[in-house]
């Protein structure tokens, strides 16, 4: 096959809109798999949730997390771990309090938030999705769920102040009638602090460490795995997903995207309801 490594996000891409894995996804991922591939999920999804959907999948590869922040085994075990610097996420809480912007931290598999809200309200039971169509296993979603933390912390700044936590991702929400997007060009001048996204076409903005993103985490797994860009493929659906498109040796776009991501991708699939990642998977990774 001309591909060896397939990249995958998660949310849009390999879960259709009810938050399932297709049949027809999974067994094209273990065709693909079988002939030689590896598939490796590239999500911003907490290290367990993207283990939970591996686990689910069948998948044993290493995992990119938290939009390139973690890199880890399928097992847990931590390869690579980048934080954000504690300046820079109290910057970001002052410039959020100063727009009424919802903001809330990651750190490992707990969210930290100041307070319970529509962004939060589901959280765990979102970061491990049932899959219940997806052939999953309900006692070992469970204890996923049981694994993962919600914390309520209150004053966000007093606890990064105090606490100091290795920090890996920073969601940013609307709260009242700011514009993420306007939001997110004017942090484009502190962009040597941290690198800004989104995985909600711009209802949400998601910060990295500088540096850091699903494109440079996927170039140093490739590399660790010995396999050229040129033989790396990646799929997605959002703009979080854009880096590592224009990084592979392929970018394929969900039909779902964006136009700006269909546009920049080299190919364009059918979307996550119409099975889109299988079909990119036999009709362009698994010819000779």
């Known amino acids: 096959m001309k591909y060896s490594l397939l990249a995958m996000d998660l949310d849009g891409t390999l879960l259709n809109t009810r938050n399932e894995i297709s049949a027809a996804n999974i067994a094209a991922i273990q065709e693909f798999r079988r002939r ?23 998948l044993t590869e290493p995992i990119i997390a938290y939009n390139g922040a973690i890199i880890l085994e399928a097992d847990g075990r931590v390869l690579e771990r980048t934080a954000l610097a504690t300046d820079t996420i109290l910057l970001l809480l002052e410039q959020c309090r100063s727009r009424d912007l ?3 931290l990651y750190e490992g598999d707990a969210l930290l938030i100041p307070e319970r809200n529509q962004a939060n309200a589901r959280w765990v ?28 912390v209150g004053d966000l700044a007093e606890y990064v102040r105090t606490r100091r936590p290795k920090i890996a991702k920073v969601a940013i929400f609307e709260r009242g009638g700011g514009s993420l997007e306007a939001f997110a060009r004017e942090l484009e001048p502190q962009s040597a602090q941290f690198e800004i996204s ?16 699903k494109a440079t985490s996927l170039l140093r797994l490739a590399g660790r795995l010995g396999i050229p860009v040129g033989q790396v493929a990646a799929i997605g659906d ?18 779902n995207a964006p136009e700006p991501v269909r546009a920049a991708a080299g190919a364009v699939t059918a979307t996550n309801d119409d099975d889109g990642l299988a079909l990119a998977i036999r009709t362009l990774l698994m010819e000779d």
């Open 102 to 104: 919802y903001i809330q």
């Open 238 to 255: 959002n703009y979080n997903d854009l880096g590592m498109l224009g990084a592979a040796g392929l970018g394929i776009a969900m039909g």
């Open 36 to 58: 030689g591939g590896k598939a490796v999920i590239c999500s911003g999804r907490s290290p367990l949730s993207t283990r939970w959907i591996a686990a689910t999948v069948g």
């Open 125 to 152: 039971e979102n970061n491990i999705p049932a899959l219940a169509e997806s052939g999953a296993d309900p006692g070992l979603r469970e204890a996923y769920r049981r694994s993962c933390s919600v914390q309520l």
């Open 198 to 213: 989104s995985s909600l076409n711009f209802r949400n903005l998601e910060i990295a460490p500088a540096g850091i993103s």
